[in-house]
């Protein structure tokens, strides 16, 4: 264990890590909170709209930011269901197992803003194209992993089980980034995330990157917040928790 | 790391290598099924099909749309900057369609090498600016050119 830091493998403990997962989702609320007030105000009224969508191009502060989320959610997601199944860390798949709904969440959002822009801009709520088939496909891993996780009783068992179906999903997230540049697709191609400067003028870019920030913390509330009663449930009969209840029931 | 943990970590590495190569065969093989449209060079070189819907794609020529004005038929061509086809269509356009844009649309090939299209569809390309920084920039392309006439 000499090569995982001291206070990580503190953490890496149900009890450790339901305490500090409490607090942290607490604050992470409130920085969501405030974020997404101070993006959206920025995003739909205080920004300019596009010379060519006009005030449609307002989907996006939504629809990006979203989209980053269900992709970078499921590398957390499978990394976390890894680490969970190799060292057999019990908050590790925990985290994995919280995240996949959030994950699913993000991805629909995602693909609904997506349509929504798509019926006025492209004239077409859905097409089959390299990237829109591949974050559909995300959505589905999500579900299959939610449905899988829930259908096997032992947890040690769904445990390996929906991490071998997060790992063999991975390969779909480099290809949903770069679906846009190998194929011709419908979508457009990178305007933020790509090594160039980004195609996007800094008055849409700043509300377009506090709504992105808004999206990380509101995962990290949610996730903590779904870790702690998965954690609370799989160890209800360890001492820790008989003496949290203990706590609470007395006082 | 105990010999456990460690063949867990080989299997999990060794799943997504397999999975990643299997992927890349599968879509290498697949590549010209996955691609949305044909461009104009494809179908004037005959690689389109010719008894079957496919798409195109290009820009909107400059110039080249004509409306009826009886009702809602409309033409085009579209070109890849090498070649260029004739779109007809009849319906409503959707807003991002104009001259100069990125045009996918769904049709059959006409004898006359046209596409009869059924759907047309704008593509958006990845720059967002708002309406001023544009008509700075139109400005600025206009002055080069007068700038570049002088000379």
Redesign the interface.
């Known amino acids: 264990m000499s090569i995982i830091p001291n206070w990580l493998y503190r953490l890496s403990s149900p009890k450790n890590f339901y305490r500090f997962a409490g607090t942290a989702s607490v604050w992470c609320s409130w920085i969501t909170l405030i974020l997404v007030v101070v993006g959206l105000y920025y995003g739909l009224i205080n920004s300019p709209p596009d010379y060519q969508q006009g005030d449609t191009t307002r989907i996006m502060y939504v629809h990006v930011p979203a989209a980053w989320m269900s992709m970078f959610v499921y590398m957390v997601m499978a990394g976390s269901a890894a680490v969970g199944m190799i060292w057999r860390i019990k908050a590790s798949t925990a985290v994995a197992n919280a995240s996949a709904p959030v994950g699913a969440m993000f991805t629909a959002l995602a693909l609904l803003t997506g349509m929504l822009w798509g019926k006025p801009m492209w004239g077409t709520y859905w097409v089959w194209d390299a990237r829109l088939t591949s974050e559909l496909i995300l959505l589905f891993l999500y579900l299959g992993y939610m449905a899988l996780q829930s259908a096997i009783e032992d947890r040690e068992t769904a445990a390996r089980a929906t991490a071998i179906l997060a790992l063999v999903g991975v390969v779909n997230i480099p290809i949903i980034h770069y679906s846009v540049e190998w194929w011709n697709t419908l979508h457009q191609g990178a305007t933020v995330t790509k090594f160039d400067k980004p195609s996007i003028h800094i008055s849409m870019l700043i509300p377009l990157l506090i709504m992105a920030v808004a999206f990380k913390f509101y995962y990290l509330s949610n996730v903590f917040q779904r870790a702690r009663c998965e954690l609370l449930e799989r160890e209800k009969d360890k001492l820790w928790v008989r003496e949290l209840l203990g706590e609470k029931n007395s006082e | 790391m105990r010999p456990k943990?460690r063949n867990?970590?080989i299997l999990?590495i060794v799943?997504?290598l397999f999975?990643?190569i299997s992927?890349v065969l599968a879509?290498t093989a697949l590549?010209k099924n996955?691609?949305?449209?044909y461009?104009p060079t494809m179908i004037v070189n005959g690689e389109a099909p010719k008894d079957r819907m496919f798409r195109a794609?290009g820009m909107v020529s400059d110039g080249s749309v004509q409306r009826d004005p009886d009702s809602l038929e409309v033409s085009f061509r579209l070109n890849d900057e090498a070649n260029e086809i004739t779109v007809k269509y009849t319906g409503?356009?959707?807003?991002?369609?104009r001259e100069g844009q990125g045009i996918?649309v769904q049709g059959k090939l006409a004898p006359d090498g046209s596409v009869m299209a059924t759907?047309?569809?704008?593509?958006?390309?990845?720059?967002?600016?708002?309406?001023?920084?544009?008509?700075a920039l139109e400005t600025a392309r206009k002055m080069g050119v007068a700038d570049a006439e002088k000379e």
């Open positions: 943990q867990r970590l999990a799943i997504v999975v990643s992927a879509l590549e996955i691609n949305l449209f461009s794609g409503i356009l959707p807003d991002l369609f996918v759907e047309v569809l704008a593509k958006h390309d990845e720059n967002y600016m708002p309406p001023e920084v544009e008509h």
